[in-house]
Protein backbone atom coordinates (compact mmCIF):
# COMPACT_ATOMS: atom_id res chain seq x y z
CA UNK A 1 0.00 0.00 0.00
CA UNK A 2 1.16 3.45 -0.95
CA UNK A 3 1.37 5.94 1.54
CA UNK A 4 -0.45 9.33 1.25
CA UNK A 5 2.34 11.90 0.86
CA UNK A 6 2.02 14.77 3.06
CA UNK A 7 3.92 18.36 2.98
CA UNK A 8 3.78 22.09 4.14
CA UNK A 9 5.41 24.51 1.38
CA UNK A 10 3.91 23.12 -2.03
CA UNK A 11 2.34 20.18 -3.58
CA UNK A 12 2.29 18.67 -7.12
CA UNK A 13 0.86 15.43 -8.43
CA UNK A 14 0.89 13.79 -12.52
CA UNK A 15 1.10 10.84 -13.85
CA UNK A 16 4.24 10.69 -14.85
CA UNK A 17 6.82 11.55 -12.25
CA UNK A 18 9.05 14.07 -13.90
CA UNK A 19 6.37 15.93 -14.74
CA UNK A 20 5.39 16.27 -10.77
CA UNK A 21 8.98 17.67 -9.98
CA UNK A 22 9.17 20.15 -13.08
CA UNK A 23 6.00 21.52 -11.06
CA UNK A 24 7.82 21.52 -7.76
CA UNK A 25 11.03 23.08 -9.40
CA UNK A 26 8.74 25.79 -9.77
CA UNK A 27 7.46 26.06 -6.73
CA UNK A 28 10.80 26.22 -4.86
CA UNK A 29 12.19 28.96 -6.95
CA UNK A 30 9.08 31.23 -5.99
CA UNK A 31 6.53 30.57 -8.64
CA UNK A 32 3.11 30.28 -8.17
CA UNK A 33 0.47 27.39 -8.61
CA UNK A 34 -0.17 28.75 -12.68
CA UNK A 35 3.84 28.85 -13.58
CA UNK A 36 4.32 25.71 -11.94
CA UNK A 37 1.36 23.71 -14.17
CA UNK A 38 2.50 25.38 -17.23
CA UNK A 39 6.12 23.73 -16.26
CA UNK A 40 4.74 20.35 -15.97
CA UNK A 41 2.24 20.49 -18.74
CA UNK A 42 5.14 21.59 -20.92
CA UNK A 43 7.08 18.91 -19.23
CA UNK A 44 4.71 16.22 -19.88
CA UNK A 45 4.16 16.35 -23.19
CA UNK A 46 7.50 15.48 -23.48
CA UNK A 47 7.85 12.50 -21.10
CA UNK A 48 4.47 10.93 -21.65
CA UNK A 49 4.22 11.76 -25.46
CA UNK A 50 1.54 8.89 -26.35
CA UNK A 51 -0.80 10.39 -23.36
CA UNK A 52 -0.71 14.19 -25.18
CA UNK A 53 0.82 16.83 -27.13
CA UNK A 54 0.75 20.50 -27.16
CA UNK A 55 -0.70 19.78 -30.38
CA UNK A 56 -4.32 18.89 -28.21
CA UNK A 57 -6.50 20.65 -26.01
CA UNK A 58 -6.13 22.08 -22.60
CA UNK A 59 -8.87 22.60 -19.86
CA UNK A 60 -7.95 24.36 -16.04
CA UNK A 61 -10.15 24.75 -13.41
CA UNK A 62 -8.54 27.60 -10.52
CA UNK A 63 -8.86 28.74 -6.81
CA UNK A 64 -7.44 31.75 -5.03
CA UNK A 65 -8.14 32.28 -1.88
CA UNK A 66 -10.69 34.58 -1.30
CA UNK A 67 -11.61 34.73 -5.07
CA UNK A 68 -13.68 33.10 -7.02
CA UNK A 69 -13.36 30.06 -8.72
CA UNK A 70 -12.04 30.38 -12.65
CA UNK A 71 -11.52 27.91 -15.55
CA UNK A 72 -9.68 28.11 -18.85
CA UNK A 73 -11.07 26.91 -21.68
CA UNK A 74 -8.25 25.80 -24.24
CA UNK A 75 -9.73 23.85 -26.67
CA UNK A 76 -9.51 24.32 -30.27
CA UNK A 77 -12.25 24.98 -32.99
CA UNK A 78 -12.88 22.60 -36.34
CA UNK A 79 -11.59 24.48 -39.11
CA UNK A 80 -13.37 27.17 -41.06
CA UNK A 81 -13.37 25.26 -44.08
CA UNK A 82 -14.53 22.12 -42.91
CA UNK A 83 -17.92 20.71 -43.54
CA UNK A 84 -20.19 17.81 -43.94
CA UNK A 85 -19.76 17.97 -47.49
CA UNK A 86 -16.03 17.93 -47.43
CA UNK A 87 -15.61 14.91 -45.59
CA UNK A 88 -18.66 13.07 -47.93
CA UNK A 89 -16.90 13.95 -51.06
CA UNK A 90 -14.28 11.79 -49.80
CA UNK A 91 -16.23 9.22 -49.65
CA UNK A 92 -16.23 8.84 -45.65
CA UNK A 93 -19.63 7.86 -43.95
CA UNK A 94 -18.13 9.66 -40.66
CA UNK A 95 -14.39 11.09 -39.82
CA UNK A 96 -11.50 8.95 -39.74
CA UNK A 97 -9.30 8.57 -36.81
CA UNK A 98 -6.19 9.06 -38.14
CA UNK A 99 -4.66 10.85 -40.46
CA UNK A 100 -4.35 14.25 -41.88
CA UNK A 101 -8.50 14.08 -42.45
CA UNK A 102 -8.66 13.79 -38.57
CA UNK A 103 -6.81 16.88 -37.86
CA UNK A 104 -9.38 18.92 -38.49
CA UNK A 105 -9.37 21.04 -35.05
CA UNK A 106 -7.04 23.69 -33.56
CA UNK A 107 -4.94 22.83 -30.42
CA UNK A 108 -5.56 25.12 -28.12
CA UNK A 109 -3.23 23.63 -25.61
CA UNK A 110 -0.76 26.75 -25.83
CA UNK A 111 -3.42 28.78 -25.68
CA UNK A 112 -4.43 27.89 -22.53
CA UNK A 113 -0.85 28.23 -21.49
CA UNK A 114 -0.79 31.82 -22.00
CA UNK A 115 -4.20 32.66 -20.52
CA UNK A 116 -3.07 30.81 -17.71
CA UNK A 117 0.57 33.19 -17.49
CA UNK A 118 -2.09 35.87 -17.99
CA UNK A 119 -4.18 35.31 -14.74
CA UNK A 120 -0.31 34.50 -13.09
CA UNK A 121 1.05 38.12 -13.07
CA UNK A 122 -2.60 38.59 -11.04
CA UNK A 123 -0.77 36.69 -8.25
CA UNK A 124 2.76 38.26 -8.83
CA UNK A 125 3.94 35.69 -11.20
CA UNK A 126 7.58 36.84 -12.75
CA UNK A 127 9.24 33.83 -13.53
CA UNK A 128 10.43 34.04 -17.56
CA UNK A 129 9.02 31.82 -19.90
CA UNK A 130 12.31 30.01 -20.16
CA UNK A 131 12.46 29.23 -17.20
CA UNK A 132 8.95 27.47 -17.21
CA UNK A 133 10.23 25.44 -20.18
CA UNK A 134 13.34 24.39 -18.88
CA UNK A 135 12.61 20.96 -17.87
CA UNK A 136 10.41 19.91 -21.49
CA UNK A 137 13.40 21.54 -22.89
CA UNK A 138 15.97 19.41 -21.61
CA UNK A 139 14.49 15.96 -22.00
CA UNK A 140 13.30 16.72 -25.55
CA UNK A 141 17.03 17.02 -26.28
CA UNK A 142 18.84 14.77 -23.28
CA UNK A 143 15.95 11.75 -23.85
CA UNK A 144 13.17 10.21 -22.15
CA UNK A 145 13.11 6.96 -20.53
CA UNK A 146 10.20 4.51 -21.80
CA UNK A 147 7.44 4.21 -19.89
CA UNK A 148 5.69 0.62 -19.66
CA UNK A 149 2.40 2.48 -20.52
CA UNK A 150 4.02 3.79 -23.91
CA UNK A 151 5.27 0.98 -25.47
CA UNK A 152 2.12 -1.07 -24.38
CA UNK A 153 -0.10 2.10 -26.35
CA UNK A 154 2.13 1.69 -29.19
CA UNK A 155 1.95 -1.82 -30.07
CA UNK A 156 -1.39 -1.96 -29.46
CA UNK A 157 -1.96 1.07 -31.77
CA UNK A 158 0.85 0.45 -34.42
CA UNK A 159 -0.63 -1.11 -37.55
CA UNK A 160 -2.84 1.81 -37.59
CA UNK A 161 -0.32 4.19 -36.85
CA UNK A 162 3.00 3.44 -38.21
CA UNK A 163 1.78 4.14 -41.82
CA UNK A 164 0.54 8.11 -40.78
CA UNK A 165 3.20 10.94 -41.72
CA UNK A 166 5.76 11.69 -39.23
CA UNK A 167 4.68 9.10 -36.58
CA UNK A 168 7.48 6.26 -37.57
CA UNK A 169 10.30 8.04 -37.76
CA UNK A 170 9.33 10.32 -33.60
CA UNK A 171 7.95 7.29 -32.32
CA UNK A 172 9.71 4.39 -33.14
CA UNK A 173 13.17 3.24 -33.04
CA UNK A 174 14.68 1.43 -35.97
CA UNK A 175 11.32 0.75 -37.17
CA UNK A 176 10.15 -1.19 -34.25
CA UNK A 177 8.54 0.25 -30.69
CA UNK A 178 10.73 1.34 -27.90
CA UNK A 179 10.86 -1.12 -24.93
CA UNK A 180 10.41 0.49 -21.18
CA UNK A 181 13.64 1.95 -20.23
CA UNK A 182 14.86 2.63 -23.98
CA UNK A 183 15.86 6.06 -24.44
CA UNK A 184 13.96 8.65 -26.98
CA UNK A 185 15.02 11.94 -28.26
CA UNK A 186 12.83 14.59 -29.54
CA UNK A 187 15.40 16.96 -30.89
CA UNK A 188 12.47 18.83 -33.54
CA UNK A 189 10.03 19.35 -30.61
CA UNK A 190 12.95 20.68 -28.09
CA UNK A 191 14.05 23.38 -30.84
CA UNK A 192 10.47 23.86 -30.70
CA UNK A 193 10.50 24.43 -27.28
CA UNK A 194 13.32 26.60 -27.04
CA UNK A 195 11.41 28.83 -29.84
CA UNK A 196 8.91 29.19 -28.08
CA UNK A 197 10.91 30.39 -24.64
CA UNK A 198 12.31 32.56 -27.55
CA UNK A 199 9.60 34.22 -29.04
CA UNK A 200 6.85 33.66 -26.85
CA UNK A 201 3.47 31.54 -26.53
CA UNK A 202 1.67 33.60 -29.16
CA UNK A 203 4.69 32.33 -31.72
CA UNK A 204 2.34 29.12 -31.73
CA UNK A 205 -0.61 30.88 -33.46
CA UNK A 206 0.91 34.27 -34.76
CA UNK A 207 4.32 34.01 -35.50
CA UNK A 208 7.13 31.75 -36.96
CA UNK A 209 6.09 28.46 -35.68
CA UNK A 210 2.63 29.00 -36.82
CA UNK A 211 3.68 29.79 -40.41
CA UNK A 212 5.82 26.16 -40.37
CA UNK A 213 2.85 24.23 -38.65
CA UNK A 214 -0.02 25.90 -41.36
CA UNK A 215 2.26 25.14 -43.93
CA UNK A 216 3.16 21.88 -43.09
CA UNK A 217 -0.36 20.76 -42.06
CA UNK A 218 -1.11 21.99 -45.66
CA UNK A 219 0.99 20.10 -47.67
CA UNK A 220 -0.07 17.09 -45.40
CA UNK A 221 -3.84 17.74 -46.70
CA UNK A 222 -5.22 19.13 -43.08
CA UNK A 223 -8.16 21.26 -43.40
CA UNK A 224 -6.47 23.48 -40.50
CA UNK A 225 -5.03 27.09 -42.28
CA UNK A 226 -3.32 29.64 -40.90
CA UNK A 227 -5.92 31.90 -40.30
CA UNK A 228 -7.55 29.29 -38.16
CA UNK A 229 -4.59 29.60 -36.56
CA UNK A 230 -4.18 33.45 -36.20
CA UNK A 231 -7.95 33.52 -34.93
CA UNK A 232 -7.21 31.27 -31.74
CA UNK A 233 -7.63 32.63 -27.88
CA UNK A 234 -8.49 30.56 -25.06
CA UNK A 235 -11.09 31.93 -23.09
CA UNK A 236 -12.17 32.52 -19.37
CA UNK A 237 -14.77 30.92 -17.97
CA UNK A 238 -17.41 31.08 -14.82
CA UNK A 239 -16.80 27.29 -14.00
CA UNK A 240 -20.25 25.31 -13.34
CA UNK A 241 -20.59 24.10 -9.54
CA UNK A 242 -22.37 21.73 -7.51
CA UNK A 243 -23.66 22.71 -3.95
CA UNK A 244 -22.98 19.64 -2.23
CA UNK A 245 -23.73 18.92 1.55
CA UNK A 246 -19.81 18.61 1.62
CA UNK A 247 -19.03 22.02 0.06
CA UNK A 248 -19.08 23.41 -3.63
CA UNK A 249 -17.03 21.84 -6.03
CA UNK A 250 -16.76 22.90 -9.90
CA UNK A 251 -15.87 22.29 -13.34
CA UNK A 252 -15.64 22.73 -16.57
CA UNK A 253 -18.81 23.95 -19.18
CA UNK A 254 -19.59 22.47 -22.17
CA UNK A 255 -17.86 21.12 -24.34
CA UNK A 256 -16.59 19.23 -21.90
CA UNK A 257 -18.14 16.63 -19.48
CA UNK A 258 -17.59 18.35 -16.62
CA UNK A 259 -21.57 18.70 -15.66
CA UNK A 260 -21.89 14.81 -16.04
CA UNK A 261 -19.07 14.56 -13.28
CA UNK A 262 -20.95 17.33 -10.98
CA UNK A 263 -24.41 15.51 -12.12
CA UNK A 264 -23.03 12.02 -10.54
CA UNK A 265 -21.78 13.38 -7.13
CA UNK A 266 -25.02 15.55 -6.61
CA UNK A 267 -27.05 12.23 -7.26
CA UNK A 268 -25.11 9.88 -4.90
CA UNK A 269 -25.47 12.39 -2.70
CA UNK A 270 -28.93 12.11 -2.38
CA UNK A 271 -28.66 8.42 -2.13
CA UNK A 272 -26.89 8.83 0.90
CA UNK A 273 -24.06 6.41 -0.35
CA UNK A 274 -22.88 7.00 3.40
CA UNK A 275 -24.83 4.09 4.45
CA UNK A 276 -22.78 1.64 3.02
CA UNK A 277 -19.18 0.49 2.55
CA UNK A 278 -17.13 1.47 0.35
CA UNK A 279 -16.32 -1.43 -1.79
CA UNK A 280 -20.31 -2.37 -1.45
CA UNK A 281 -22.30 -3.67 -4.18
CA UNK A 282 -24.39 -1.20 -3.02
CA UNK A 283 -22.17 1.79 -3.23
CA UNK A 284 -20.86 0.66 -6.83
CA UNK A 285 -24.53 0.22 -8.11
CA UNK A 286 -25.67 3.68 -6.71
CA UNK A 287 -22.42 5.51 -8.97
CA UNK A 288 -22.97 3.19 -11.97
CA UNK A 289 -26.60 4.73 -11.99
CA UNK A 290 -26.28 7.57 -11.57
CA UNK A 291 -23.76 7.56 -14.26
CA UNK A 292 -26.70 6.15 -16.33
CA UNK A 293 -28.60 8.99 -15.63
CA UNK A 294 -25.59 11.39 -16.44
CA UNK A 295 -24.89 9.88 -19.44
CA UNK A 296 -28.03 10.84 -21.07
CA UNK A 297 -27.76 14.67 -20.04
CA UNK A 298 -24.76 14.12 -21.67
CA UNK A 299 -26.09 13.06 -25.45
CA UNK A 300 -28.90 14.98 -25.05
CA UNK A 301 -27.15 17.69 -24.67
CA UNK A 302 -23.62 18.73 -24.25
CA UNK A 303 -21.87 20.17 -26.87
CA UNK A 304 -20.21 23.75 -27.62
CA UNK A 305 -21.39 26.19 -25.11
CA UNK A 306 -21.91 28.31 -28.19
CA UNK A 307 -24.57 26.00 -29.41
CA UNK A 308 -26.53 24.78 -26.61
CA UNK A 309 -30.15 25.34 -26.12
CA UNK A 310 -29.89 25.07 -22.35
CA UNK A 311 -28.02 26.88 -19.82
CA UNK A 312 -25.91 23.62 -18.27
CA UNK A 313 -25.73 25.59 -14.33
CA UNK A 314 -29.66 24.75 -14.44
CA UNK A 315 -29.38 21.18 -15.32
CA UNK A 316 -27.52 21.63 -11.46
CA UNK A 317 -30.32 23.22 -9.74
CA UNK A 318 -31.66 20.85 -6.66
CA UNK A 319 -35.18 20.29 -8.69
CA UNK A 320 -33.60 18.68 -11.37
CA UNK A 321 -30.91 16.71 -9.38
CA UNK A 322 -33.98 15.36 -7.29
CA UNK A 323 -35.53 14.24 -10.93
CA UNK A 324 -32.31 12.25 -11.82
CA UNK A 325 -32.33 10.78 -8.29
CA UNK A 326 -35.85 9.59 -8.00
CA UNK A 327 -34.92 7.64 -11.60
CA UNK A 328 -32.10 5.35 -9.78
CA UNK A 329 -33.68 2.27 -9.48
CA UNK A 330 -31.68 0.21 -6.21
CA UNK A 331 -32.44 -2.85 -6.81
CA UNK A 332 -31.83 -3.12 -10.46
CA UNK A 333 -29.59 -1.87 -13.31
CA UNK A 334 -30.69 0.09 -15.94
CA UNK A 335 -29.96 -1.05 -19.47
CA UNK A 336 -27.13 0.35 -20.75
CA UNK A 337 -26.25 1.48 -24.64
CA UNK A 338 -23.31 2.75 -26.10
CA UNK A 339 -20.55 5.43 -24.72
CA UNK A 340 -18.62 8.05 -25.75
CA UNK A 341 -15.39 5.87 -26.54
CA UNK A 342 -11.48 6.79 -25.87
CA UNK A 343 -9.33 9.72 -24.59
CA UNK A 344 -6.41 9.50 -24.15
CA UNK A 345 -5.18 12.57 -21.82
CA UNK A 346 -3.18 13.48 -18.56
CA UNK A 347 -4.54 14.71 -15.49
CA UNK A 348 -2.17 17.30 -13.34
CA UNK A 349 -2.85 19.30 -9.93
CA UNK A 350 -0.63 21.46 -8.14
CA UNK A 351 -1.49 23.78 -5.01
CA UNK A 352 1.53 26.68 -4.10
CA UNK A 353 2.05 27.84 -0.07
CA UNK A 354 -0.55 30.39 -0.77
CA UNK A 355 -3.08 27.77 -1.11
CA UNK A 356 -4.13 28.98 -4.45
CA UNK A 357 -4.94 25.99 -6.82
CA UNK A 358 -5.02 24.28 -10.09
CA UNK A 359 -6.83 21.16 -11.73
CA UNK A 360 -5.56 20.67 -15.28
CA UNK A 361 -6.11 18.34 -17.97
CA UNK A 362 -4.66 18.19 -21.66
CA UNK A 363 -5.24 15.90 -24.21
CA UNK A 364 -4.47 14.48 -27.46
CA UNK A 365 -7.78 12.29 -27.41
CA UNK A 366 -6.85 8.69 -29.34
CA UNK A 367 -3.50 7.89 -28.83
CA UNK A 368 -0.71 9.51 -30.79
CA UNK A 369 -3.79 11.77 -32.00
CA UNK A 370 -3.84 11.97 -35.73
CA UNK A 371 -0.68 10.32 -35.28
CA UNK A 372 0.70 13.25 -37.77
CA UNK A 373 3.93 14.23 -36.42
CA UNK A 374 5.05 17.40 -38.10
CA UNK A 375 8.78 16.87 -39.21
CA UNK A 376 9.91 20.58 -38.60
CA UNK A 377 8.45 20.92 -35.21
CA UNK A 378 7.93 17.99 -34.35
CA UNK A 379 4.49 18.59 -33.03
CA UNK A 380 2.08 15.81 -32.92
CA UNK A 381 -1.24 16.75 -34.09
CA UNK A 382 -4.54 15.62 -32.09
CA UNK A 383 -7.68 14.17 -33.61
CA UNK A 384 -10.08 15.80 -31.20
CA UNK A 385 -12.20 16.58 -34.48
CA UNK A 386 -13.09 12.75 -35.09
CA UNK A 387 -15.70 13.24 -32.78
CA UNK A 388 -17.96 15.47 -34.98
CA UNK A 389 -20.86 13.70 -36.13
CA UNK A 390 -21.64 14.34 -40.32
CA UNK A 391 -25.05 13.91 -39.58
CA UNK A 392 -26.81 17.46 -39.62
CA UNK A 393 -29.74 16.48 -36.89
CA UNK A 394 -26.85 15.04 -34.47
CA UNK A 395 -25.98 17.23 -31.59
CA UNK A 396 -22.17 17.48 -32.08
CA UNK A 397 -22.56 17.46 -35.89
CA UNK A 398 -20.01 19.02 -37.53
CA UNK A 399 -19.62 23.09 -38.53
CA UNK A 400 -17.39 25.30 -39.26
CA UNK A 401 -15.42 26.71 -36.22
CA UNK A 402 -17.28 24.88 -34.07
CA UNK A 403 -15.73 23.29 -30.87
CA UNK A 404 -16.17 19.23 -30.46
CA UNK A 405 -17.66 17.57 -27.47
CA UNK A 406 -14.74 17.06 -24.95
CA UNK A 407 -14.73 13.82 -22.25
CA UNK A 408 -12.20 15.83 -20.65
CA UNK A 409 -12.82 17.86 -16.96
CA UNK A 410 -10.84 18.68 -14.33
CA UNK A 411 -12.83 19.03 -10.70
CA UNK A 412 -12.12 21.40 -7.63
CA UNK A 413 -13.61 21.05 -4.44
CA UNK A 414 -14.26 23.93 -1.57
CA UNK A 415 -15.38 21.89 1.59
CA UNK A 416 -17.34 23.59 3.91
CA UNK A 417 -14.62 22.88 6.49
CA UNK A 418 -11.67 24.99 4.44
CA UNK A 419 -10.10 22.21 2.63
CA UNK A 420 -9.55 22.77 -0.99
CA UNK A 421 -9.19 19.79 -3.77
CA UNK A 422 -7.49 19.10 -6.90
CA UNK A 423 -8.18 15.84 -8.60
CA UNK A 424 -9.24 14.10 -11.61
CA UNK A 425 -8.20 11.14 -14.12
CA UNK A 426 -7.95 10.42 -17.43
CA UNK A 427 -10.20 7.88 -19.41
CA UNK A 428 -12.81 9.05 -21.75
CA UNK A 429 -16.16 7.43 -20.09
CA UNK A 430 -13.84 6.46 -16.86
CA UNK A 431 -13.40 9.95 -16.86
CA UNK A 432 -16.75 11.26 -13.89
CA UNK A 433 -16.83 7.48 -12.70
CA UNK A 434 -12.98 7.88 -11.44
CA UNK A 435 -13.32 11.13 -10.08
CA UNK A 436 -16.61 10.50 -7.95
CA UNK A 437 -14.86 7.32 -6.68
CA UNK A 438 -11.73 9.66 -5.64
CA UNK A 439 -14.25 12.29 -4.29
CA UNK A 440 -16.57 10.10 -2.10
CA UNK A 441 -13.94 7.66 -0.97
CA UNK A 442 -12.01 10.78 0.28
CA UNK A 443 -14.95 13.24 1.30
CA UNK A 444 -17.70 10.64 2.49
CA UNK A 445 -15.88 7.73 3.65
CA UNK A 446 -12.87 9.39 5.06
CA UNK A 447 -10.36 7.85 3.38
CA UNK A 448 -6.66 8.94 2.90
CA UNK A 449 -6.15 10.93 -0.65
CA UNK A 450 -3.64 7.62 -1.71
CA UNK A 451 -6.03 4.83 -0.38
CA UNK A 452 -8.99 6.82 -2.45
CA UNK A 453 -6.95 6.51 -5.46
CA UNK A 454 -5.27 3.12 -4.66
CA UNK A 455 -8.79 0.80 -3.83
CA UNK A 456 -10.02 -0.62 -6.56
CA UNK A 457 -12.27 1.01 -9.50
CA UNK A 458 -14.65 -0.04 -11.92
CA UNK A 459 -15.73 1.06 -15.45
CA UNK A 460 -19.01 1.30 -17.24
CA UNK A 461 -18.74 1.75 -20.88
CA UNK A 462 -15.53 3.00 -22.92
CA UNK A 463 -11.97 4.47 -22.55
CA UNK A 464 -8.64 4.47 -24.22
CA UNK A 465 -7.87 1.01 -25.80
CA UNK A 466 -11.75 -0.86 -24.88
CA UNK A 467 -14.21 -0.92 -27.31
CA UNK A 468 -16.65 -2.85 -25.04
CA UNK A 469 -19.49 -0.93 -22.97
CA UNK A 470 -19.58 -3.61 -19.90
CA UNK A 471 -19.28 -2.58 -16.41
CA UNK A 472 -15.65 -3.55 -15.98
CA UNK A 473 -14.33 -4.65 -11.85
CA UNK A 474 -10.74 -4.72 -10.79
CA UNK A 475 -10.12 -8.07 -9.73
CA UNK A 476 -9.24 -6.83 -6.12
CA UNK A 477 -13.29 -5.91 -5.29
CA UNK A 478 -14.66 -8.72 -3.15
CA UNK A 479 -16.24 -12.05 -4.76
CA UNK A 480 -19.68 -11.39 -2.95
CA UNK A 481 -19.50 -7.32 -4.28
CA UNK A 482 -19.13 -8.69 -8.05
CA UNK A 483 -21.93 -11.17 -7.35
CA UNK A 484 -24.36 -9.06 -6.14
CA UNK A 485 -23.61 -6.57 -8.80
CA UNK A 486 -24.46 -9.58 -10.97
CA UNK A 487 -28.19 -9.96 -9.55
CA UNK A 488 -28.88 -6.63 -10.15
CA UNK A 489 -28.23 -6.92 -13.73
CA UNK A 490 -25.01 -5.54 -14.29
CA UNK A 491 -23.26 -6.89 -17.40
CA UNK A 492 -19.98 -7.49 -15.25
CA UNK A 493 -16.51 -8.13 -17.17
CA UNK A 494 -13.45 -8.63 -14.47
CA UNK A 495 -10.24 -6.96 -15.66
CA UNK A 496 -6.60 -6.85 -14.20
CA UNK A 497 -5.71 -5.61 -10.91
CA UNK A 498 -4.28 -2.05 -10.81
CA UNK A 499 -5.82 -1.83 -14.54
CA UNK A 500 -5.05 1.74 -16.23
CA UNK A 501 -8.19 1.65 -17.83
CA UNK A 502 -9.96 2.90 -15.31
CA UNK A 503 -7.41 5.72 -15.09
CA UNK A 504 -4.89 7.94 -13.64
CA UNK A 505 -6.33 9.20 -11.04
CA UNK A 506 -4.47 11.86 -8.83
CA UNK A 507 -5.39 14.49 -5.66
CA UNK A 508 -4.21 17.17 -3.76
CA UNK A 509 -5.89 18.69 -0.75
CA UNK A 510 -4.78 21.59 1.24
CA UNK A 511 -6.09 21.97 5.56
CA UNK A 512 -6.53 24.77 6.69
CA UNK A 513 -3.77 24.20 8.90
CA UNK A 514 -1.39 24.62 5.81
CA UNK A 515 -0.71 20.81 5.51
CA UNK A 516 -0.66 18.99 2.15
CA UNK A 517 -1.73 15.50 1.34
CA UNK A 518 -1.61 13.87 -2.25
CA UNK A 519 -1.63 10.55 -3.78
CA UNK A 520 -0.96 9.17 -7.29
CA UNK A 521 -2.30 5.97 -9.37
CA UNK A 522 0.14 3.17 -8.56
CA UNK A 523 -1.65 2.17 -12.30
CA UNK A 524 0.48 5.03 -13.85
CA UNK A 525 3.96 6.67 -14.23
CA UNK A 526 3.44 9.61 -11.75
CA UNK A 527 4.06 10.25 -8.51
CA UNK A 528 3.57 13.22 -6.11
CA UNK A 529 6.06 15.74 -5.57
CA UNK A 530 6.24 18.38 -2.56
CA UNK A 531 8.24 20.12 -0.22
Request: proline fraction near 6%; charged fraction near 20%; glycine fraction near 10%.
Amino acid sequence: MLQTVRSTRGMAVAPHTLAAQAAVDILRAGGNALEAMVAAASTIAVVYPHMNSFGGDGFWTISCPGKPVVAIEACGPAASSVSTEYYTAKGYKKIPTRGPDSANTIAGAIGGWQAALELSKEWGGKLPLGRLLENAIFYAKDGIPVSRSQMIATTKKLDELKPIPGFAETFLVDGKVPQPGDRMRFEPLGRTLQALADDGLDSFYRGRIAESIAKELKALGSPISAEDLAKYRAQIRTPLVLKHSLGQIYNLTPPTQGLVSLMILGIVDRLGIDRFTAESAEYVHCVVEATKQAFMIRDRHITDLDHMDIDPQSLLSPEHLDKLTSAVNMEAALPWGQGKGPADTVWMGVIDGEGRAVSFIQSIYHEYGSGIVLSDTGINWQNRGCSFSLDPQHINALAPNKKPFHTLNPALARLNDGRVMVYGTMGGDGQPQTQAAVFTRYAVYNQTVQAAITSPRWLLGRTWGEDTDSLKLEGRFPEETCRKLKALGHDVEMVDNFDEIVGHAGAIVHYPNGVFEGGSDPRSNGGVASF
